[in-house]
């Protein structure tokens, strides 16, 4: 209910036609999709967190969403015509954050050590990124997001389509969950983690697939929000223990709450200016993920 | 029984193991001793089932290992890795229970395993303590709580591999360790484990494969005639005046 323009439950109910508009047209759709991508983030970073035995992994932070924005960022360039609906971005958000994954995966190797993982995602990040403000700078068409949409996210363009692309990374959530018994067996080691009968290469491969997806269908709608995949699981592991059948739940939903109220400050601190989402988090976020590193090096130790 | 027939790994052009060829019967402690880089861990995954040899087999009652379905496999051999960190707060309870997985809650009373297996390493203080905060002898024994939960049920059946499992564990621990799996091989557990500490090994009714350089086979059978001075410089290409050999057979014979 909050926003720029203020809202009142009674001139609504009493038939506000311009603050229904608003509400209908504006908010809920946008307070929906801030729920459904803050859900999806925190889900997939938990996934990404457990696949990589490191608590510290995030689709942001390696690399995934820079290349799914980088994908979707060049759909929008080559073919504004042909390929600027929702559907085609979103996909090629997916192609392009598999892609990444598959490319860090190889780059870490196997046991994935944190600083080659950090160091991975950093690059391909940069590189990602980079070319997004080329291509803006390159492209000068309406339809091209600012670089700012893309690197610090936003939740302006929420439309009840997008709600509805959106809702795709729900079956995929599912998915995830139903694999939450192998995702705790990941904490074995690679070795251990075939001996209990899984396939260690067709689960890494199914959950990689399963995350690209959801990270690329997220950042194809609102951009690279950064730290939401990487605190909220954090949190949900201290609050509800590391067991994924739980922590994954769990995960999506407070996702989902952190995401709309970081909105709704975005829209109201500085009303009726309203500062990119990902500021929020990111100022939320990075001292939380400083003091975990902090805590990973010492442990490391 | 578990039947090695000429079995080999190469990577390349390279002979990484073998050719070794033995048989072990059920309800048998078999330890695998050879230098550091001498293919223990290789074995023991090829063993398990992890890795496919280059050549020869590994017959588990007949059947190849690496011809199992995973989750079958799984029901029967255990497999503990030399380490294991986690940063993730499972407690104590849920890494063990890991061991359960392959196994149906019907055929495998998963509540009477866990108490059973815990109360055996005297980790019931622990339960709902979390991994992260354990000393590295706790986790240790947490890990093998784990394994030995996958073969608990009916050892008889089922073949355990553990990678040097007293790795950090205290003088105390270990013998309750080693009494331990004592136990389990008198209850028809075969199990196979790769070890530094043969010193003490000829204490229990032990076989011992000894492996020499790439991996080849240097002797195969009971400790006391495999284990000679002759065949330990081979394998860990010592010299004749080791200090090391001399405190073995000091110990040993004196």
Known sequence: MVGAVPLDWTQLLAGDSQGQTILWQLRLPRVLLAGLVGGGLALAGACVQGLFRNPLADPTLIGVAGGAALAAAICIAVAPLLLANPWWIAGAAFLGGLTVTFLVLAISGRETALHTLLLAGLAVN?????????????????????????????????????????????????????????????????????????SSQLIRREVIVLVAAMTGIAV??????????????????????????????????????????ADAASRTLFAPMEIPIGIITALIGAPVFIALLRKQVVSDD | MIRVEALTLTRGERQILGPLSF?????????????????????????????????????????????????????????????????????????????????????????????????????????????????????????????????????????????????????????????????????????????HQFVSMPVHDQTVLLLGERGSQVGFGRPSEVLTPSALRTAFSLESDSPTLQRVFATRHG
Not at chain 1, 182 to 193: D, G, I, K, P, R
Not at chain 2, 158 to 169: C, G, Y
Request: net charge negative.
């Open chain 1, 126 to 198: 940069a590189v990602s990124l980079a070319l997004v403000g080329l291509i803006g700078v390159l492209v000068v068409d309406e339809s091209f997001r600012s670089i700012a949409f893309w690197t610090l996210g936003s939740l302006n363009h929420a439309t009840w389509q997008e709600v509805v692309v959106a809702l795709l990374m729900l079956p995929l959530a599912w998915r995830l969950i139903y694999r939450a018994e192998a995702l705790n067996a990941m904490v074995l080691s690679e070795h251990e983690f075939s001996s209990l009968g899984y």
């Open chain 1, 220 to 261: 194809s709608l609102t951009g690279v929000i950064a730290f939401v995949g990487l605190i909220v699981p954090h949190m949900a592991r201290i609050a509800f223990g590391a067991m994924h059948q739980t922590l994954l739940p769990l995960a999506f939903i407070m996702g989902a709450m952190l995401m709309m109220l």
């Open chain 2, 23 to 195: 048989v072990l019967e059920q309800a048998c402690w078999l330890s695998v001793v050879g230098a550091n880089g001498a293919g223990k861990s290789t074995l023991l995954r090829l063993m398990a089932g992890l890795d496919a040899p280059s050549g020869g087999d590994i017959k588990l009652r007949d059947q190849p290992v690496t011809g199992m379905a995973p989750l079958n496999r799984a029901q029967y051999v255990g497999y503990l890795a030399q380490s294991s960190a986690t940063s993730f707060p499972f407690t104590v309870e849920e890494y063990v229970s890991l061991g359960l997985v392959p196994h149906d809650e019907k055929t495998f009373n998963h509540r009477n395993v866990m108490d059973a297996v815990i109360e055996s390493l005297t980790l019931g203080a622990l339960r709902k303590r979390k991994v992260i905060g354990l000393s590295g002898g706790e986790f240790q024994r947490v890990r093998l709580a784990r394994v030995l939960a996958q073969v608990w049920f009916e050892p008889d059946q089922r073949v355990l591999i553990l990678d040097e499992p007293l790795t950090s564990l205290d003088l105390k621990i270990q013998d309750q360790v080693i009494g331990l799996l004592e136990q389990l091989v008198k209850d028809g557990l075969t199990l196979i484990d790769a070890t």
